[in-house]
RNA sequence: GGGCGCAUAGCUCAGUUGGUUAGAGCGCUUCUCUUACACAGAAGAGGUCAGGGGUUCGAGUCCCUUUGCGCCCACCA
């Protein structure tokens, strides 16, 4: 027989390293994935999920910490039940992001400019980099021990993704949901691209209101108007005012010298205005504000561009072309004052609409862009949703959903980018277009062969909300998309339930008839472990590669997983790691107890009947097992690892192999001791590996290897089920001889505790070692049975037993514990009075309860209260009456 | 302006069909290097579950309300 040597620290560097070859040679995780297997079944539903794509310049954070630990959960999960699995990785071109990286990372290294090298040199550049650093992000990804599928790994600018983009466009548009048209969108000057709404973002900022006057044509009247954007004075083409509005009605239809240009533009009535803000009075510039460009549609203003893609004044702007935006403001503000225009300035708080990606402020600005029509799909991706076909997870993100689908605004699709999916359409000298799915050589229209492709990309979540269909094989119907399509869940954070996640149920409904997925499941956002946002400049950045290097992978997903509840922001602090790397000990070296147990069992070993403690610990596992799968099915992964650690840590450590090592000591309860502690090793593995894939996957791996060397049968299962108690053959239906167990057990552990309390109050040196005396009547066989057990958890000699006696003994101090009094030869290492005190502080505990118990029991509640709860109650009175007796006995003596 | 979340032990948080002495981790106090583990074991202190009202035999849990913090959406110059 051989011993298995396992160092006494869990080394999870040697193990991570060691399983991940193990997977990455071994074929781990290709058992159920492929359609083409022996022994297949078609008619098993697969779960599917598909990653949410990093972005290829993406470094690990623990956002993708985040979402790997739950998917690898869930997958993992349904793998081991014996569930065909699918996880589809792979990464998402990112536009503006790796563009902006790659621009940089030319800039330092060649020392040219994008422009300089030319579109097609530049994407030809871009891609280099993608094939040098694109896979940093998936590596790190499988560092986390993400058990995707990594042979179906996908990329949004890959063939297939790119045509099933084209698919996706030219259907759209063929169907009258796509169209081009200046419009007023948000424009990134720093970008230089539209960004659609959902890309900028409003922050509070303070900011300077600016007053002037606008003075009525031939007369020294005028109208005080407040603008925050002096500049855009000079697009303005009309003034507003309420048309109920005292002040100003007056001057409705008469006109107004724009300052320093001198343009005469109109006073108008409005209901949009508020008399009350401000002035009361609004400047109109139709050509950079929404609310204004609605307005001059409806009094059929003129609308005037003012600023070139830069953001700089253009030509409407007369002496100020050229000038930024911001240069103009302070120039124009300052001229108006010369020209005595100005009433005052103010400083207001308001809120600044930035580009999320560069982080300038964002101009509204009329711009010709492509369009997604985007209420009929927000329909169908409302009803979805309504009727139940998706289910979000926690549901009260159903009423964010609805909310934004509700008041969604059509798509800008546009960008003015490089990398990223081409606009598959061409126009020709003759202003014809041509929209197709192959590349034209001519003019669908008229046949010209000189023709070019609309310079623009697609937005990036253009191609991620084809994600779930298009990396099976959409739009060609392949074994796979027939297969696991559609999918099963979609996790995510909430953040970007908008970007991608509505966008997905959109595109699939339209595209594929079908919802994509059936359950959206959305985690947290993690924070420090004050609650504040992790940011590079507050410097409270947790990094999840170095909290993997120092406290292992296992401690950083266990944490992850156990400290978020569904839907709700998490704090992380690298103690909680801490904690949890100590979790990951806690399981290697109770397996290597285990092992170690199993290595030196004798051959000829003989099984005898269950212990106590045996039942004890295989009825927590039972009960456990049911707790854990209701709790996965139902999403709270963070409750049931909760559950499995407080089980494994207390229960079967701190417990059972206590217990264990005394019953290894007798030749009759070796065997089933041992396999005892096999079973619930094995089982707690299994339950754990989810959670803690590496510690739970080596020592599986040594466990196996031991049971096959050793007398014991091999174990082999995946998901544990629960199984029935009665397997082990006892007089008693399975449930009451749960409960007995449960209770029984209980009664010992009280004892025990009773003692180990006794000792440390009365600092009793744990190397000193005493005889002591059970009385019991009603427990008198149970307590006989398993004295061992109190004995070898208290560092006694084994006790005398008896069902009663006629005084206390000398010398002695007595406890209580149930029906049960103990007696330790502790008299003379006690003070007299301390033991009174005690006595009667116990006995006051007990007849405070009594006495609530007695009360609760007269009232109401015996008569309408379930008789089951009220029976527990009564029972709990009479122990206390039990307990209160034997201390009164004790207290007199 | 709408919507949502949070408020439980010193700190960070669990507590999902309401069941009656409210849990964990860290921190704190006291003991122990007992042959799986000091990344440990044992014992212990610590909470009127934000305030108020209601439903109920029974509320941390359900309803209403107040206060404080946070987030999302929204066109008020």
Known sequence: MTKHELPKAYDFKSTESRVYALWETGGYFKPWNDPSRKGFDPTVKPFVISIPPPNVTGELHLGHAMFVSVEDLMIRYHRMKGIPTLWVPGSDHAGIATQLMVERHLLRTEEVTREELGREEFIKRTWDWKRKYGGMITNQIRRLGASCDWDRERFTLDDGLSRAVREAFVRLYEKGLIYRGPRLINWSPGLKTAVSDLEVEYNEEEATLYYFKYMLKDSQEFIPVATIRPETILGDTAVAVHPDDDRYKKYVGKLVIMPMLGREIPVIADDYVSREFGTGALKITPGHDPNDYAIAQRHNLPVISLLDEAAKINENGGPYQGQDRFECREKLWSDMKKAGLVIKEEKYLTTVPRSQRGGEIVEPMISTQWFVKIEPLAKAALQAVRDGRIKIVPERFEKVYYNWLDNIKDWCISRQLWWGHRIPVWYCENSHMTVTREDPSECATCHSKNIHQDDDVLDTWFSSGLWPFSTLGWPDETPDYKYFYPTSYLETGYDILFFWVARMVMDGLEFTGQAPFHTVYLHGLIRDEHGQKMSKTKGNVIDPLTVMDELGT????????????????????????????????????????????????????????????????????????????????????????????????????????????????????????????????????????????????????????????????????????????????????????????????????????????????????????????????????????????????????????????????????????????????????????????????????????????????????????????????????????????????????
């Open 554 to 893: 296992d401690a950083l997903r266990f944490t992850l997983l156990v400290g978020a509840t569904p839907g709700n922001d998490m704090n992380l602090s690298v103690k909680k790691v801490e904690a949890n790397r100590n979790f990951a000990n806690k399981i290697w070296n109770a397996g290597r107890f285990v092992i170690n147990a199993i290595d030196s069992l004798p051959s000829e070993s003989a099984m005898g009947d269950p212990t106590l403690a045996d039942s004890w610990i295989w009825t927590k596992t039972q009960q456990l097992l049911r707790d854990v799968d209701r709790l996965f099915q139902t999403f709270q992964y963070g409750e049931a690892g909760r559950q499995i650690y407080e089980f494994f840590w207390s229960d079967f450590a701190d417990w059972y192999v206590e217990i264990a090592k005394e019953q290894m000591q007798n030749d009759g309860m070796k065997k089933q001791t041992v396999i005892t502690l096999a079973r619930i090793l094995d089982m707690s593995l299994r339950l754990l590996h989810p959670f803690t894939p590496f510690v739970t996957e080596e020592l599986w791996g040594h466990l196996r290897r031991t049971l096959l060397d050793s007398p014991i049968s091999n174990i082999a299962s995946d998901w544990p089920e629960a199984l029935i108690i009665a397997k082990w053959p006892e007089a008693h239906e399975p449930e009451e001889r749960e409960e007995s167990a449960l209770q029984d057990f209980g009664k010992i552990q009280e004892i025990v505790r009773s003692i180990r309390n006794a000792r440390a109050e009365n600092h009793v040196k744990p190397s000193i070692r005493f005889k002591f005396k059970l009385v019991s009547d009603e427990d008198f066989d149970l307590l006989q049975r398993n004295s061992y057990a109190i004995t070898c958890s208290t560092g006694t000699y084994p006790p005398e037993i008896v069902k009663r006696l006629d005084s206390k003994p000398v010398d002695h101090i007595g406890l209580v514990s149930g029906s049960t009094e103990i007696y330790l030869p502790l008299a003379d290492m006690v003070d007299k009075s301390d033991e009174k005190s005690r006595l009667e502080k116990e006995l006051k505990e007990a007849e405070a309860q009594i006495e609530r118990l007695a009360q609760l029991l007269a009232g109401d509640f015996a008569k309408k209260a379930p008789a089951s709860v009220v029976d527990k109650e009564r029972e709990k009175l009479a122990g206390f009456k039990e307990t209160a007796e034997k201390l009164r006995a004790q207290w007199k003596a």
